[in-house]
C-alpha cells in the first residue's frame, strides 16, 4: 500500500513530489516523506500521519532541488515513526522501497558486521546499506542496485538516487507495480500513473525484473541481467484515469472487465513467487497470527458470500475453525467467543452500518482485522490489522470487483495463517502459483462476454431462477444469484446442489432457469447426479462447466465451458461469468444496472 514518487527536472521538484504523494493517499499509508538533491547534499523531510503534515514541515523550512524521491509508507517493520519513514539512507545514498525484502534480517547482520549502523526498525534501511556498499565497489549506482537486488528475497519497487550521481534516479521492480512517467526535458518514476497525471500523460510500465535508469534529457531500460531493452510508451487520457464509465456502457461491466488489473494489484507486493509476504498485514501481525486459534468472520451482501468461501478454505487447507455470520445478526444475539480467536470484518466500503457495529461491540477477541478497499475508512482505522483489496473506486452498486479482491485478500490470511496449523511449504507454493494464474485466466473467461451475452437471451422472459454449487461453490451460486436478483429484479434463490431434493426441486419446470456452476473437483459427478434430477423434472440447464468436466450441449442444457483452473482460484474465476450473466440480463430487461432501486452503494444505517 505503500506509494512511491521520483522527479528529474530542470525545475524545483518538491511541489511535484507533494503533490504526488497526495494523490496516493488512496492507498493508505501512516507517515510520508521527501529527500531532494539540494546543492549537493541530500535534504531529508519526513512526517508522521498525513501528507499534509509533511508539506506543512516543507513550507516551514523549505527545500528546493531537481532531483528527488518520496514515499507514503505503510508499516511492516517498525512501528509508524519518523525514524521508519521513508526515504531512508546511507551517506550518500537515498532510497525508497515498496514491497517486502523477506531476508531482511540475514542482511542486516552480514552489513553490521562491515561496520554499517541502523537507526530504524525497517528492511528499507537494509537496502540503503547494501546498495552503498556495491556502490564503493563498482562506482555504478545502476551497477550497485543490479547487485543488490540479487541478494533480495521478497518484493520490491525501489527508487534510489545518489549526491554523487546528481541527475539520475535509478529504479527496479520485482512484484510491485513502478512506471516511469516521460516528459519533456523531465522525467519521473511513481508506483500509481495517477500520481504523475499533473505532470505527464506519457507512462512506461515496467515489467517484472526490469530496471530504469531516468534523467531529465533520457529514460534507459534494463532486463534484469542487464541488458538494454524498448519498452513501449503509452499515452493515457484523461477518461482512463478518471472514474469514467470509458469505452464501456455501464460502470458496472467497466468494473467487471478492470478485475484482471485489480486481481493482480492485489496480489502485488504481497507474494513472492512461492509465498505470501505476511507483513504486508501490518508490524503487528506476525504475534497475533502466531496466537490464532480459529477465526470468525463478520460481513454483510456480497462481502459474507466472501466470508462463506474463505470458510471453505481455512477448515480444508488451515485446520483452523472458521465461523462466518451476517453482521446484523450477530451483533443482537448473544455470542461464545473461543480462546484466541481472531475478528476478521470484510467490507467493500469500511463504512458498513452493522460490520462497523460488530466490531465496535466486540469483546473477548484476541485482536481484529479488516479487509477493505477504502484507505481511511472507519473500519480500517478501528481495527487492530488490515488489508487493503486495491480494487479502486467501485461505482456500481452490484459488487465485482471488489467481492474478488475480497476473496485474493482472505486467500492470503489463510495462507499466513495456515503456515502455522500444519500448511506445509509445498502446499503455500501451491496456492500461491495459483494466484498468480490469475490474471491471465481472468482474462481468459472475460473473453466469453459474447458468449455469455448470448446465453443471457433465455432469462430476459423469466421471472425466477435458481443456481446451484456444490462445497465451495455454494456461496459462489449464492453470489451469482443475488447479482441477478439485485440490478435484474429477477426472482433468484440458490442452493446447494445437493438440497434439491429437500424442497427446491418442486420448483423445477420449463419455465425456471437452473444456473450450475461446475469445476472438474472431486464432487463433480455427485453435481452431475444433482443436476439429471433437474433435467428429469423438464428443467432448463445453464451450465458453467470446467472444459475438463465431460458436460456437453443438449435439449436441455446450455453449456459454457470455462478454462481449466488451479482448485484454490475457482471460486474467483467462476464469479466472473455470473456476473456477466447477471448484467447482460439486466441489459436486456432495461433495468438502471449501476444504480438498482431500492439499494445503496454503502450501506451507513441500519
Given at each position: ?20 504523494l ?6 493508505g ?5 521527501i529527500a ?8 531529508l ?17 523549505p ?13 511492516t ?16 545514498i537515498?532510497?525508497?522501497?515498496n514491497?517486502i525484502?523477506e531476508?531482511?534480517?540475514?542482511l542486516?547482520?552480514?552489513l553490521?558486521?562491515k561496520?554499517?549502523?541502523?537507526y530504524?526498525e525497517?528492511d528499507?534501511?537494509v537496502?540503503a ?24 528475497d ?6 534510489v538516487?545518489?549526491?554523487?550521481q546528481?541527475?539520475?534516479i ?21 508506483s ?6 499533473q ?6 510500465f515496467?515489467?517484472e ?13 534494463f ?8 519498452r513501449?510508451?503509452?499515452q ?20 467487471i ?5 485489480v ?5 502485488q ?14 508490524t ?8 490464532v486459534?480459529s477465526?470468525?468472520?463478520l460481513a ?10 474463505a ?10 475453525p ?8 450477530f ?7 473461543r ?23 466486540s ?6 482485522l ?5 484507505a481511511?475508512s ?17 461505482i456500481g452498486?452490484?459488487s465485482t470487483?471488489?467481492?474478488t479482491?475480497?476473496l485474493?485478500?482472505l ?13 506445509s ?5 501451491e ?6 494464474q490469475?490474471p ?11 458468449d455469455?451475452?448470448?446465453m ?5 422472459e ?7 454449487g ?8 449464492l453470489e451469482?444469484?443475488l447479482k ?8 433468484a ?27 472438474n ?19 432448463k ?11 456437453e ?23 466472473l461469468p ?11 430487461k432495461g433495468?438502471?444496472?449501476d444504480q ?11
Open positions: 500500500m505503500c506509494g512511491i514518487v521520483g522527479a528529474a527536472a530542470q525545475r524545483n521538484v518538491t511541489k511535484i513530489l507533494v503533490e504526488g497526495k494523490r496516493l493517499e488512496y492507498r499509508y501512516d507517515s510520508a516523506g531532494v538533491l539540494s546543492n549537493g547534499e541530500l535534504a523531510r519526513k512526517a508522521l500521519g498525513k501528507v499534509a503534515e509533511l508539506e506543512a514541515k516543507c513550507i516551514a523550512n527545500v528546493k532541488g531537481q532531483l528527488g524521491i518520496a514515499h507514503t509508507r505503510w508499516a517493520h517498525g512501528k509508524p515513526s519518523e525514524t521508519n519513514a521513508h526515504p531512508h539512507y546511507s551517506d550518500h537515498a532510497v525508497v522501497h514491497g525484502i531476508n531482511h534480517a540475514a542486516r547482520a552480514d553490521k558486521s561496520g554499517y549502523e541502523f530504524s525497517t528499507t534501511e537496502v546499506h547494501l546498495i552503498h556498499s556495491l556502490y564503493e565497489l563498482t562506482g555504478s549506482l545502476r551497477e550497485a542496485l543490479r547487485q543488490a537486488v540479487d541478494a533480495f521478497g518484493a520490491y519497487a525501489l527508487g538516487m545518489s549526491t554523487r546528481p541527475d539520475t535509478v529504479c527496479a521492480r520485482s512484484g510491485s507495480p513502478l512506471v516511469v512517467g516521460v516528459g519533456i526535458d523531465e522525467n519521473f518514476i511513481a500509481d500513473q495517477l500520481a504523475l497525471r505532470v505527464t500523460d506519457r507512462f512506461i515496467l515489467e525484473g526490469d530496471f530504469a535508469e531516468i534523467t531529465t534529457s533520457a529514460v534507459s531500460i532486463t534484469v541481467d542487464g541488458t538494454p531493452v524498448e513501449d510508451i503509452q493515457l487520457t484523461d477518461a482512463e484515469e478518471s472514474a469514467d464509465k470509458g469505452e464501456y456502457r455501464h460502470y458496472m461491466l467497466k468494473e472487465h478492470e478485475q484482471t488489473k486481481l493482480n494489484n492485489t496480489l507486493g504481497r507474494v513472492s513467487k512461492t509465498a505470501v509476504l505476511e507483513e504486508a498485514f501490518g503487528e501481525a506476525k504475534a497475533i497470527f502466531d496466537q486459534e477465526v470468525q468472520i454483510c451482501g456480497t462481502s459474507y458470500h466472501a466470508g462463506m468461501i470458510k471453505y478454505w481455512f477448515e480444508d487447507w488451515a485446520g483452523i472458521c465461523a462466518v455470520e451476517v453482521a446484523s445478526e451483533r443482537y444475539r448473544k455470542t461464545v467467543v480462546p484466541n480467536t481472531l475478528f476478521v470484518s470484510v467490507s467493500q466500503s469500511g463504512e458498513t452500518a452493522d460490520t462497523l457495529a460488530a466490531l465496535r461491540d469483546s473477548g477477541y484476541l485482536a481484529s479488516t479487509i477493505c478497499n477504502v481511511n472507519s473500519l480500517v482505522r478501528e481495527s487492530d490489522l488490515c488489508l487493503m483489496t486495491l480494487a479502486g473506486p467501485e452498486v452490484a470487483k471488489a467481492f479482491t475480497q485474493v485478500a486467500q492470503l490470511l489463510v495462507i499466513a495463517l495456515g503456515r502455522r496449523h500444519g500448511l511449504s509445498d502446499k503455500e507454493a496456492l500461491v502459483t495459483g494466484l498468480h490469475l491471465d485466466l481472468c482474462a481468459a473467461v472475460l473473453g466469453l462476454d459474447e455469455i451475452q448470448t443471457s437471451e433465455a432469462f430476459s423469466k421471472n425466477h431462477s435458481l443456481f446451484l456444490r462445497g465451495v461453490q455454494y456461496p459462489v451460486a451469482g444469484a441477478l436478483k439485485e440490478i435484474s429484479y429477477i426472482h434463490e440458490a442452493y446447494p446442489a445437493g438440497e434439491l431434493k429437500h424442497g427446491p426441486l418442486a420448483l423445477v419446470d420449463s419455465d425456471m432457469p437452473v444456473v450450475a456452476v461446475a469445476p473437483d472431486e464432487l463433480l459427478e455427485k453435481l452431475k447426479s444433482n443436476l439429471e434430477e433437474v433435467q428429469a423434472r423438464g428443467g440447464l445453464f451450465v458453467f462447466a470446467d472444459q475438463r468436466s465431460g458436460f450441449n443438449d435439449d436441455s442444457t446450455t453449456l459454457l465451458n470455462l478454462p481449466h483452473v488451479p482448485l484454490n482460484i475457482a471460486p474467483i474465476i467462476y464469479t455470473l456476473q456477466l450473466l447477471s448484467y447482460h440480463v439486466a441489459v436486456l433495468t438502471d444496472v438498482p432501486r431500492n439499494l445503496a452503494k454503502s450501506v451507513t444505517v441500519e
